[in-house]
């Protein structure tokens, strides 16, 4: 699993018992290690582009744009077309120009269902009070041989997620969920890695899903993830007239995301070791 983590590996290391741990001390480094809260909450837009790749080696370009407060747009380009899901806040709405069709629809029960978690710029588990979430410890678990903080974590909705979080990072390297999909209950297994420095806060760049016991895996590849860029907040709202535009005219520009990776967070008066690298 430490091939997920190469983006803060070999950084300075500390000891602390695997025992002693509670859900708020894993969140509260967690957030130490991402960047700290105020550079999350500098964070006001995010653009991600990159590319999704699917079994038999197809592959798509997305783009994905949040913006506070809950505003979501997704884009999925291939041949010439691209798809839309969107959210404002309050509505939500796609275009599926697949077999011929260009007039937007609302989204579905369970689109609205996702959506609406995808609107959760920060994530679950930051502020998971405020958000009516809750989190438990709820022991250790291996994810590919490592050692891993396993915390539940039940949003407001009612529904459960399981958080296996790295033992040295505190960064979920793999998230388990289950959906309903056509009527149906289905669990998947979210992988997370590649974490890169986005504006002061280390976000994953590669993101790997399968159902629960398959080894077909769907892939995004984040390319480049912007903050803080200009984003309208009619790219969100449900269009009127003429279908919505793909996003070519809305091309990010170019930014390399910063190499600097993250310091894990140290006990106080802690001197830690240095760890070298694998």
Do not use: C
């Not at 798509?60 to 999925?76: G, S, W």
């Amino acid at each position: 699993m430490r091939r997920f983590l190469l983006g803060i590996l070999g950084l300075v290391m500390f000891t602390m018992p695997v025992s002693a741990q509670t859900a708020e001390e894993i969140i509260n480094n967690y957030i130490k290690t991402i960047g700290g809260m105020d550079k999350i909450q500098a964070v006001k837009t995010l653009r991600r582009t990159g590319k999704f790749i699917g079994g038999g080696g197809f592959e798509a370009a997305i783009l994905e744009e949040n913006k506070r407060q809950k505003m979501v747009r997704q884009e999925f380009s291939i041949q010439g077309m691209t798809g839309i899901n969107a959210y404002n806040g309050q509505a939500g709405w796609k275009i599926e120009p697949w077999q011929g069709k260009k007039d937007v629809e609302p989204l579905g029960e369970e689109e609205m269902k996702q959506i609406i978690e995808d609107s959760d710029f920060d994530g679950p588990l930051v502020n998971y009070q405020q958000k009516g979430n809750k989190v438990e410890f709820v022991g250790m678990d291996q994810v590919e041989g490592t050692d891993a903080y396993k915390l539940k974590v039940t949003l407001a909705s009612g529904d459960v997620r399981y958080y296996y979080m790295d033992t040295d990072y505190f960064v979920p390297i793999k998230i388990d969920t289950k959906r309903m999909i056509r009527g149906a209950e289905r669990e998947y297994e979210t992988t997370l890695g590649d974490y890169k420095e986005v504006n002061g806060w280390y976000l994953p760049h590669s993101v790997e899903t399968n159902l629960k016991g398959s080894q077909d895996k769907q892939k995004v590849a984040y390319e480049k993830i912007e903050a803080n860029v200009p984003i309208d907040d009619a790219r969100f709202q449900v269009p009127t007239a003429a279908a919505a535009r793909p996003s070519a005219e809305n091309k990010p520009a170019d930014a390399d995301a910063s190499k600097t990776q993250p310091k894990k967070p140290q006990q106080q008066g802690a001197k830690p070791p240095t760890k070298p690298q694998d």
